[in-house]
């Protein structure tokens, strides 16, 4: 539940924000083809999640889905 609370602070919607640009630009930049195509889009996912403030993976841990809600 920590790990929620941690994401739905300012400090960490921006490291999912931060963490999602590194992904993007892995995939376009630093990953030939298909699968940095795959990347860079798997690296969409935490930039909404910190714009939006929502945890994709925290229903699995038993954690609220919004960032509100922790």
Partial sequence: MAFAKFMATPTGRIARI???IALVLVG???VQGG???VIALVG???IAAGA???CAIAPLIGAPFL???A
């Fill in 35 to 37: 699968l940095g195509v």
């Fill in 67 to 69: 960032g509100k809600d």
């Fill in 44 to 46: 969409v996912l935490p």
């Fill in 52 to 54: 939006f403030n929502f």
């Fill in 18 to 20: 931060v963490a999602g």
């Fill in 28 to 30: 376009l930049l630093g």
